[in-house]
């Protein structure tokens, strides 16, 4: 028994021992797999290691910063969506240091992109086609993390086609509000949950749409419903809604903006580049391109895997509970997780680096893509200019792709760049310029070589600062040099001299002037002195621009030829001259879905040229080609055609869009029906062509999508001349029973048609208001001539006058002025010596080429002759003196400054390093310091307001009177808008838009509106500074008639109104000697005196009055009468005037010209109820001893004031 019992004890220790080695056994066994477990766990994430490590302590930091960064991101979200990237970047660096300020923690180097950007995600935008630049990415995240539904401002359509192709997987549903069922399908997308994109918003959305804009969704019955119009609908959570807009600067109201996020997409010029990079390249290059897609598809893609994978590792290590050692599951997921993510990481490395190499070869390419980009943003500005030069971008990249296939091939890469460029430039400009009017051609050429020019460096923000600079505010600091050679130089242009010590390259140039007086001003007073060489050094020195800056200083006038001396030089020759029309190259350019659009001005009609061209390629009116003129009722008449010609083939022409605005929405619905149909719906001839006058309703998607084209009258006398003969029926030109006559006045009356257009290139001396006549004008005209010549035994003149320059032609004319004008130059052609003698129409050009009626002849004999007219007409042919030809250059060099004003952003800052608020706050400041007080009767000296013998006020102190209110009004508005414009620059009012447009006018030198004739102030055309000098010295001259007593001579240019003056004066008269008013009128003898200084005393009877000056003629001292204007001076000063009141009934004095007078020079204004303009004052008879004609066609008047 004891035996049994030691052999039990040790069999128990036997087992015990045994399990005891079982169990370590499988604990070595657990330790073994723990050990290669944990082999693979450090193994797989040892690599992480270091990257989570870093991560962590991001994060860590990041977390102490959440709550500034959230803070910032929501306040980027809510507020920077409309706004630009530098002033998006300037807002965020404001409220960074703010936050930090205030002891709000946020990251140093804040950014959006930095706090809500997914790399990831980011990369796959890109893969939708979203560019890269750093604000498109910013927007992206305001559209996809903004509470309230994105409208995004999309002139070029980038976003649009980003939220298709993002959305296409989820089956977007695109609608626009034009659409009859848009409501329906908006209603079915929110029930199935589908993204929607209404597309092409204006600026007013439908009411019908503000409860999804607001997202008003209530509860019912446990269902999400929303109420859109009389009808519940069920809310899916998956809906989602993108607003795009094609307007380029919309105005939304602010009820708009509460709805939605407003977010500006407009393209960047970085991000054009880099899209236009990636073109060329796919066509310079298709081999790297499709390589370099298939990557950006790798890596995007490998990303994403690796993200999940590290999504998922992370979450399997979170929710692992116990001994993580032990999940075998856990610990095996986890090693292929990180095999796989290790493969696809190598992967992407690789690609990557590949992708880097790509880049690398492509940026060889990027001098091209930065030409595209340049071209593209000035033709994008041209839409400030007029609202028909509208060109969508998608077009413009098609033209930038057929350049670059179709340019010719070179041997090496280098000269293969330098033909794109040159083929690009070219290209676009050759395109662009069929849709410009004349006007525009050269400044499009010049806007194109000043943006070539800065970009390459070649001309810098302080020249082009000065360039656009149109006075300048201040004292220079040199001295205006004195003597007989410096006469040549006026106040302006030393002022400008001295500004252009500013500009780094023109430091000198004042003083050198100084030293060098007489080889400058053999510069100043050349004919040509855009082509005149410029005294050493600078002529060697000086850039191309820099040397327009210096005829713009110097010649202001000769501008317009100088900037084509620069196109010269920075693009070439060819681009001196604007292509020719060419209607056949824009047919072959042209597709059936793509309409042609003529916008045409008045006196053009491209129908001849539209059957000529029909008629070379096979179309008949009435069979394959369709005109119809749009108005009243023919809208469903063009609708039905257009469905015809569409699907059969043909040619339909619509005139005259502008005449049916109410229609050209439905105009538009049909053309993007036309763009979106299916392909064999289409008929591969059919074209649609449009006619328009310019007009604001035009549709923008309209104008983007199709090619333009201006159609404009022939300019110059030759042109008009040939134009109107080509048009002359030969049978009618032959049928009079008196052919000599009639066809020497039909020749006359042609002359004159071709004059009265001709004269309104030189502005006011040639017409107060250019008129529009039109080519019908001129065949009424004819055909009442040839009536009155059968018709009458003798030539019946002044018949043909009256009906031909009062009523056929003088039935456009509206200013009474004007009407006198058109009479007087009818005269120089309808008169027996020119008809019967055929005397010369402008004997003192005879020397050059006598203008006459040619011997009686056939049409064809009529025809030739003026082909042998002088190509460059001389204004003496108009009637006019030589003096208007300056007036032209510098009616044009101011057009081409102010158009290239209206398109300068307020982005950058002056060319002296100050920022533009710093230079605006200067001028407020320095004006605000320098206003004088307002006027008041407290200051009054005693004859001022003392009453007449009758008790009556003296009638000039009540005209005062008037005068001080008026100057005290805007006196007090100055005061208030200067203090404004100062508090709301340092943030501490609202900048209103009345405060804004007057910082783009401080920034201009342009006189606020506030302050102007349709504001508190009087008609002036004056820049700032010499605006405000002026303003100065009226209130002065006020003030001391106020305080002094009645001057000797009365300055007629400080009268708000002066006709209140000379009524005053009359009344004053009249009272005096008790002289019915009515009964009396002043007559005007001009003194030897020029003003105060020199008259002691007022005259017995009437009144002085000085300050005028005259244009279109002179006052000669010695004759004692009117004469020729000397050449260069546009306007000669007049001497004193007495006007002397005298009986109605008086006879008139002989040999006077009875010369209009003007508060400003361009002499037109709101036409008043007496036929005169508001800017017309009255008429003085001036003694003359040519006919009063002479000074008519002249255009001579008198102006209160000058411009400068």
């Given at each position: 028994a004891e035996v049994e019992a030691r052999v039990a004890s040790l069999k128990q220790k036997l087992q015990a021992a045994e399990r005891k080695a079982q169990d370590l056994k499988e604990k070595e066994q657990d330790v073994q797999k723990k050990l290669e477990r944990a082999g693979k766990l450090v193994g797989g994430l040892g690599s992480e290691k270091d990257r989570w490590e870093q991560l962590c302590e991001k994060l860590e930091a990041s977390r102490g910063n959440l709550i500034g960064n959230v803070a910032l991101c929501s306040g980027a979200i809510a507020y920077q969506g409309p706004f630009t990237a530098d002033y998006r970047a300037e807002l965020t660096n404001g409220w960074t240091k703010r936050a930090r300020d205030v002891g709000i923690p946020c990251e140093e180097s804040f950014s959006v992109t930095g706090v809500l950007g997914d790399p990831v995600t980011i990369r796959e935008w890109g893969v939708h086609g979203l560019p890269s630049d750093q604000l498109s990415i910013e927007n992206a995240i305001f559209v996809t993390r903004s509470r309230r539904w994105p409208l995004m401002i999309d002139p070029q359509g980038q976003a649009n086609s980003w939220v298709k192709r993002m959305e296409r997987d989820n089956k977007v549903v695109i609608i626009k509000l034009s659409q009859s069922?848009?409501?329906?399908?908006?209603?079915?997308?929110?029930?199935?949950?589908?993204?929607?994109?209404?597309?092409?918003?204006?600026?007013?959305?439908?009411?019908?749409?503000?409860?999804?804009?607001?997202?008003?969704?209530?509860?019912?019955?446990?269902?999400?419903?929303?109420?859109?119009?009389?009808?519940?609908?069920?809310?899916?959570?998956?809906?989602?809604?993108?607003?795009?807009?094609?307007?380029?600067?919309?105005?939304?109201?602010?009820?708009?903006?509460?709805?939605?996020?407003?977010?500006?997409?407009?393209?960047?010029?970085?991000?054009?580049?880099?899209?236009?990079?990636?073109?060329?390249?796919?066509?310079?290059?298709?081999?790297?391109?499709?390589?370099?897609?298939?990557?950006?598809?790798?890596?995007?893609?490998?990303?994403?895997?690796?993200?999940?994978?590290?999504?998922?590792?992370?979450?399997?290590?979170?929710?692992?509970?116990?001994?993580?050692?032990?999940?075998?599951?856990?610990?095996?997921?986890?090693?292929?997780?990180?095999?796989?993510?290790?493969?696809?990481?190598?992967?992407?490395?690789?690609?990557?680096?590949?992708?880097?190499?790509?880049?690398?070869?492509?940026?060889?390419?990027?001098?091209?893509?930065?030409?595209?980009?340049?071209?593209?943003?000035?033709?994008?500005?041209?839409?400030?200019?007029?609202?028909?030069?509208?060109?969508?971008?998608?077009?413009?990249?098609?033209?930038?792709?057929?350049?670059?296939?179709?340019?010719?091939?070179?041997?090496?890469?280098?000269?293969?760049?330098?033909?794109?460029?040159?083929?690009?430039?070219?290209?676009?400009?050759?395109?662009?310029?069929?849709?410009?009017?004349?006007?525009?051609?050269?400044?499009?050429?010049?806007?194109?070589?000043?943006?070539?020019?800065?970009?390459?460096?070649?001309?810098?923000?302080?020249?082009?600062?000065?360039?656009?600079?149109?006075?300048?505010?201040?004292?220079?600091?040199?001295?205006?040099?004195?003597?007989?050679?410096?006469?040549?130089?006026?106040?302006?242009?030393?002022?400008?001299?001295?500004?252009?010590?500013?500009?780094?390259?023109?430091?000198?140039?004042?003083?050198?002037?100084?030293?060098?007086?007489?080889?400058?001003?053999?510069?100043?007073?050349?004919?040509?002195?855009?082509?005149?060489?410029?005294?050493?050094?600078?002529?060697?020195?000086?850039?191309?621009?820099?040397?327009?800056?210096?005829?713009?200083?110097?010649?202001?006038?000769?501008?317009?030829?100088?900037?084509?001396?620069?196109?010269?030089?920075?693009?070439?020759?060819?681009?001196?001259?604007?292509?020719?029309?060419?209607?056949?190259?824009?047919?072959?350019?042209?597709?059936?879905?793509?309409?042609?659009?003529?916008?045409?001005?008045?006196?053009?009609?491209?129908?001849?040229?539209?059957?000529?061209?029909?008629?070379?390629?096979?179309?008949?009116?009435?069979?394959?080609?369709?005109?119809?003129?749009?108005?009243?009722?023919?809208?469903?008449?063009?609708?039905?055609?257009?469905?015809?010609?569409?699907?059969?083939?043909?040619?339909?022409?619509?005139?005259?869009?502008?005449?049916?605005?109410?229609?050209?929405?439905?105009?538009?619905?049909?053309?993007?029906?036309?763009?979106?149909?299916?392909?064999?719906?289409?008929?591969?001839?059919?074209?649609?062509?449009?006619?328009?006058?310019?007009?604001?309703?035009?549709?923008?998607?309209?104008?983007?999508?199709?090619?333009?084209?201006?159609?404009?009258?022939?300019?110059?006398?030759?042109?008009?001349?040939?134009?109107?003969?080509?048009?002359?029926?030969?049978?009618?030109?032959?049928?009079?029973?008196?052919?000599?006559?009639?066809?020497?006045?039909?020749?006359?009356?042609?002359?004159?048609?071709?004059?009265?257009?001709?004269?309104?290139?030189?502005?006011?001396?040639?017409?107060?208001?250019?008129?529009?006549?039109?080519?019908?004008?001129?065949?009424?005209?004819?055909?009442?001539?040839?009536?009155?010549?059968?018709?009458?035994?003798?030539?019946?003149?002044?018949?043909?006058?009256?009906?031909?320059?009062?009523?056929?032609?003088?039935?456009?004319?509206?200013?009474?002025?004007?009407?006198?004008?058109?009479?007087?130059?009818?005269?120089?052609?309808?008169?027996?010596?020119?008809?019967?003698?055929?005397?010369?129409?402008?004997?003192?050009?005879?020397?050059?080429?006598?203008?006459?009626?040619?011997?009686?002849?056939?049409?064809?004999?009529?025809?030739?002759?003026?082909?042998?007219?002088?190509?460059?007409?001389r204004p003496e042919i108009f009637g006019l003196h030589q003096n208007a030809d300056i007036s032209s250059q510098q009616k044009e060099s101011k057009e081409i400054a102010d158009a290239i004003i209206a398109v300068q952003p307020r982005t950058s800052s002056g060319g002296s390093g100050k920022s533009n608020d710093e230079i605006v706050l200067e001028i407020a400041e320095d004006l605000a310091r320098q206003m004088p007080p307002a006027l008041s009767r407290k200051e009054a000296h005693s004859s001022v307001f003392r009453k007449l013998a009758d008790g009556s006020v003296n009638p000039l102190g009540i005209f005062l009177g008037h005068e001080m209110s008026k100057f005290n009004k805007l006196i007090i508005q100055m005061q208030s808008m200067l203090r404004e414009i100062a508090r709301a620059i340092k943030g501490l009012v609202v900048m209103s838009a009345d405060l804004d447009a007057m910082y783009a006018n401080f920034l201009f030198q342009q006189v606020p509106g506030p302050w102007g004739e349709n504001g508190k102030g009087y008609p002036s055309l004056k820049p700032l500074s010499s605006w405000f000098k002026d303003f100065i010295e009226r209130v002065a001259f006020m003030r001391s008639w106020l305080s002094g007593g009645p001057p000797s001579t009365f300055w007629i240019s400080a009268f708000f109104f002066p006709q209140g003056f000379f009524t005053s004066a009359l009344q004053a008269h009249a009272r005096k000697f008790q002289l019915p008013i009515d009964q009396l009128l002043f007559r005007a003898s001009v003194m030897e005196s020029m003003g105060i200084a020199d008259t002691p005393s007022p005259p017995e009877n009437g009144v002085y009055i000085h300050g005028m000056f005259m244009e279109g003629a002179r006052w000669n001292p010695q004759e004692g009468c009117i004469d020729e204007s000397h050449y260069g001076e546009l306007f000669a000063p007049v001497p004193v005037l007495h006007l002397q009141p005298a009986n109605l009934e008086d006879p008139e004095p002989k040999s006077t010209f009875e010369c209009p007078f003007y508060k400003t020079n361009v002499r037109a204004g709101t036409l008043s109820t007496t036929g005169h303009s508001t800017n017309h004052v009255c008429n003085f008879d001036i003694p003359t001893k040519l006919e009063a004609g002479h000074w008519i066609r002249r255009g001579a008047a008198l102006i209160s004031q000058l411009n400068e």
């Amino acid at each position: 028994a004891e035996v049994e019992a030691r052999v039990a004890s040790l069999k128990q220790k036997l087992q015990a021992a045994e399990r005891k080695a079982q169990d370590l056994k499988e604990k070595e066994q657990d330790v073994q797999k723990k050990l290669e477990r944990a082999g693979k766990l450090v193994g797989g994430l040892g690599s992480e290691k270091d990257r989570w490590e870093q991560l962590c302590e991001k994060l860590e930091a990041s977390r102490g910063n959440l709550i500034g960064n959230v803070a910032l991101c929501s306040g980027a979200i809510a507020y920077q969506g409309p706004f630009t990237a530098d002033y998006r970047a300037e807002l965020t660096n404001g409220w960074t240091k703010r936050a930090r300020d205030v002891g709000i923690p946020c990251e140093e180097s804040f950014s959006v992109t930095g706090v809500l950007g997914d790399p990831v995600t980011i990369r796959e935008w890109g893969v939708h086609g979203l560019p890269s630049d750093q604000l498109s990415i910013e927007n992206a995240i305001f559209v996809t993390r903004s509470r309230r539904w994105p409208l995004m401002i999309d002139p070029q359509g980038q976003a649009n086609s980003w939220v298709k192709r993002m959305e296409r997987d989820n089956k977007v549903v695109i609608i626009k509000l034009s659409q009859s069922d848009y409501l329906r399908k908006l209603e079915s997308a929110i029930r199935v949950g589908l993204p929607v994109l209404l597309e092409n918003v204006e600026e007013a959305l439908e009411p019908s749409i503000d409860p999804v804009l607001l997202k008003q969704v209530f509860k019912q019955s446990g269902r999400n419903l929303i109420r859109l119009g009389d009808t519940d609908v069920d809310y899916s959570d998956d809906f989602k809604l993108y607003i795009t807009s094609k307007l380029a600067n919309p105005h939304y109201p602010p009820e708009i903006c509460i709805k939605v996020t407003i977010v500006n997409f407009t393209v960047t010029f970085k991000g054009l580049e880099n899209q236009l990079l990636a073109e060329c390249a796919a066509l310079e290059r298709p081999d790297l391109e499709e390589k370099k897609e298939k990557l950006v598809l790798t890596i995007a893609s490998g990303r994403r895997t690796m993200a999940d994978l590290e999504d998922k590792i992370l979450k399997m290590l979170a929710e692992a509970s116990g001994n993580i050692l032990d999940d075998e599951d856990l610990i095996n997921t986890l090693d292929s997780s990180k095999k796989t993510s290790s493969e696809t990481e190598v992967a992407v490395s690789a690609a990557e680096e590949t992708s880097k190499e790509i880049d690398e070869a492509r940026e060889a390419y990027r001098p091209v893509a930065c030409r595209g980009s340049i071209i593209y943003f000035v033709v994008a500005d041209f839409a400030t200019i007029d609202p028909m030069y509208q060109y969508s971008l998608p077009y413009f990249k098609g033209i930038f792709a057929d350049t670059i296939v179709k340019a010719p091939q070179a041997d090496d890469l280098e000269a293969r760049l330098q033909v794109l460029i040159a083929a690009i430039t070219r290209t676009m400009y050759v395109m662009i310029c069929r849709g410009l009017f004349e006007r525009h051609k050269a400044l499009f050429a010049f806007m194109n070589a000043v943006q070539i020019a800065r970009n390459a460096g070649l001309v810098t923000d302080a020249e082009w600062k000065l360039f656009l600079q149109p006075a300048v505010l201040g004292v220079p600091h040199l001295p205006k040099p004195q003597g007989e050679d410096a006469f040549w130089i006026e106040d302006r242009t030393w002022a400008f001299l001295c500004a252009a010590d500013d500009v780094p390259s023109l430091f000198g140039l004042a003083e050198h002037v100084n030293g060098n007086l007489s080889a400058w001003r053999d510069v100043f007073s050349s004919e040509s002195p855009h082509t005149a060489p410029l005294p050493e050094p600078w002529h060697s020195k000086l850039k191309p621009f820099q040397k327009l800056l210096v005829l713009k200083l110097l010649r202001p006038e000769k501008v317009v030829f100088g900037t084509s001396v620069f196109i010269g030089a920075q693009l070439g020759q060819e681009f001196v001259e604007a292509p020719p029309f060419d209607l056949e190259a824009t047919f072959h350019d042209s597709a059936p879905r793509t309409p042609l659009i003529f916008v045409l001005v008045s006196g053009a009609d491209p129908t001849q040229y539209l059957f000529n061209l029909a008629k070379a390629q096979g179309y008949e009116l009435g069979s394959n080609l369709h005109l119809i003129s749009l108005g009243q009722g023919q809208g469903p008449i063009a609708e039905r055609l257009m469905d015809q010609t569409k699907a059969e083939g043909g040619w339909l022409c619509l005139q005259n869009c502008h005449l049916a605005e109410s229609w050209l929405p439905k105009l538009d619905r049909k053309l993007e029906e036309l763009r979106d149909a299916p392909e064999g719906d289409v008929n591969e001839d059919f074209r649609l062509w449009l006619t328009t006058m310019p007009t604001p309703k035009f549709p923008v998607t309209v104008l983007q999508n199709s090619l333009k084209l201006t159609i404009e009258p022939p300019k110059g006398l030759k042109a008009n001349l040939g134009r109107a003969y080509a048009e002359i029926d030969e049978k009618f030109f032959e049928s009079s029973a008196k052919p000599a006559i009639f066809k020497n006045m039909m020749f006359g009356l042609a002359f004159f048609n071709a004059v009265i257009q001709e004269r309104r290139k030189y502005g006011a001396v040639g017409w107060n208001i250019p008129y529009q006549w039109m080519t019908s004008d001129l065949v009424t005209a004819q055909l009442n001539l040839k009536m009155y010549v059968d018709e009458q035994p003798e030539v019946p003149y002044e018949a043909l006058m009256t009906v031909t320059a009062d009523v056929v032609f003088g039935g456009r004319i509206t200013d009474k002025m004007d009407v006198r004008t058109a009479r007087t130059v009818l005269d120089a052609f309808f008169n027996k010596d020119a008809v019967e003698n055929y005397a010369s129409y402008c004997p003192q050009l005879d020397s050059r080429f006598k203008y006459q009626s040619p011997s009686e002849g056939p049409l064809e004999s009529y025809r030739s002759y003026i082909t042998s007219f002088p190509l460059v007409d001389r204004p003496e042919i108009f009637g006019l003196h030589q003096n208007a030809d300056i007036s032209s250059q510098q009616k044009e060099s101011k057009e081409i400054a102010d158009a290239i004003i209206a398109v300068q952003p307020r982005t950058s800052s002056g060319g002296s390093g100050k920022s533009n608020d710093e230079i605006v706050l200067e001028i407020a400041e320095d004006l605000a310091r320098q206003m004088p007080p307002a006027l008041s009767r407290k200051e009054a000296h005693s004859s001022v307001f003392r009453k007449l013998a009758d008790g009556s006020v003296n009638p000039l102190g009540i005209f005062l009177g008037h005068e001080m209110s008026k100057f005290n009004k805007l006196i007090i508005q100055m005061q208030s808008m200067l203090r404004e414009i100062a508090r709301a620059i340092k943030g501490l009012v609202v900048m209103s838009a009345d405060l804004d447009a007057m910082y783009a006018n401080f920034l201009f030198q342009q006189v606020p509106g506030p302050w102007g004739e349709n504001g508190k102030g009087y008609p002036s055309l004056k820049p700032l500074s010499s605006w405000f000098k002026d303003f100065i010295e009226r209130v002065a001259f006020m003030r001391s008639w106020l305080s002094g007593g009645p001057p000797s001579t009365f300055w007629i240019s400080a009268f708000f109104f002066p006709q209140g003056f000379f009524t005053s004066a009359l009344q004053a008269h009249a009272r005096k000697f008790q002289l019915p008013i009515d009964q009396l009128l002043f007559r005007a003898s001009v003194m030897e005196s020029m003003g105060i200084a020199d008259t002691p005393s007022p005259p017995e009877n009437g009144v002085y009055i000085h300050g005028m000056f005259m244009e279109g003629a002179r006052w000669n001292p010695q004759e004692g009468c009117i004469d020729e204007s000397h050449y260069g001076e546009l306007f000669a000063p007049v001497p004193v005037l007495h006007l002397q009141p005298a009986n109605l009934e008086d006879p008139e004095p002989k040999s006077t010209f009875e010369c209009p007078f003007y508060k400003t020079n361009v002499r037109a204004g709101t036409l008043s109820t007496t036929g005169h303009s508001t800017n017309h004052v009255c008429n003085f008879d001036i003694p003359t001893k040519l006919e009063a004609g002479h000074w008519i066609r002249r255009g001579a008047a008198l102006i209160s004031q000058l411009n400068e």
